[in-house]
């Protein structure tokens, strides 16, 4: 079964900062990797996918994230952090079929 | 489009009630979706259907139900609600085409048992 690993629950940045979220992610087969962002009471939204097509993957709101094979990893950055970033931050697989998530990482950001 | 609807937004129950959480997507999707988000789990698949007619247990289905009669509808169906299906229930889509095709999510239900 494929699945993803996010390390920190909770990360904290100050504005203007580097966001750097971390994912890693264990599947057998050329993996279909997704970021997503939720705001609070709300549903989920898709900030970035990995196709296969380039490992630097750009999204909305100026975030990027880069596909390492060899580490196995996903990691969401964002170059400087503004206080409408704040929100939950999943990282997701897919098979096909279903997609299966992260535990979430929750990004507060400091005036 | 009005993307992926859901319905109700917060609703409290009893112990032992049911209910049905509605979902209805406008996109023409093949796939559909139920998750459970509980805090620090993340989301947690119920059950999913990849056509009209067609459902599959996902990795909680214990204590829910399904079906799926149109492309558009695909609600969830709680017989006895207990204290641990408190929870944020949401729904989602995507088109069959591949793997890289992401879901759309609807907005979310907020159940409380007591």
């Known amino acids: 079964a494929q699945s993803v690993t996010q390390l920190g629950s909770h990360v904290s940045v100050s504005e203007g900062a580097l966001v750097l979220l971390r994912c890693n992610y264990s599947?057998?087969?050329?993996?279909?990797l997704f970021w997503y962002v939720q705001y609070p009471n709300q549903g989920l939204q898709l900030l970035l996918k990995?196709?296969?097509?380039?490992?630097l993957v750009k999204g909305i709101n100026g975030f990027e994230a880069e596909f390492k094979k060899s580490e196995t990893s996903f990691h969401l950055t964002k170059p400087s952090a503004h206080m409408s970033d704040a929100a939950e931050y999943f990282c997701?697989?897919?098979?096909?079929?279903?997609?299966?998530f992260g535990t979430g990482t929750s990004l507060t950001v400091i005036p | 489009n009005a993307g992926v609807t859901q319905t109700p937004k917060f609703r409290i129950l009893k112990i032992g009630q049911s209910m049905t959480l509605q979902c209805t997507q406008d996109?023409?999707?093949?796939?559909m979706y139920w998750y459970r988000q509980d805090p620090g789990m993340g989301l947690k698949l119920i059950y999913y259907?990849?056509?009209?007619?067609?459902?599959d247990k996902g990795e909680v289905p214990n204590g829910y139900n399904v079906s799926r009669s149109t492309t558009e509808d695909f609600p969830l169906r709680l017989e006895l609600a207990a204290p641990s299906q408190t929870s944020v229930y949401f729904c989602?889509?995507?088109?069959?085409?591949?793997?890289?095709?992401?879901?759309?999510f609807g907005p979310g239900t907020r159940l409380t048992v007591l």
């Open positions: 989602a889509s995507s088109y069959v085409a591949s793997s890289y095709n992401e879901q759309f």
């Open positions: 997701a697989v897919s098979d096909g079929n279903q997609f299966y």
């Open positions: 990995y196709t296969s097509a380039a490992t």
């Open positions: 259907s990849v056509g009209a007619g067609i459902t």
């Open positions: 599947s057998s087969v050329p993996p279909y």
């Open positions: 996109m023409n999707h093949n796939y």
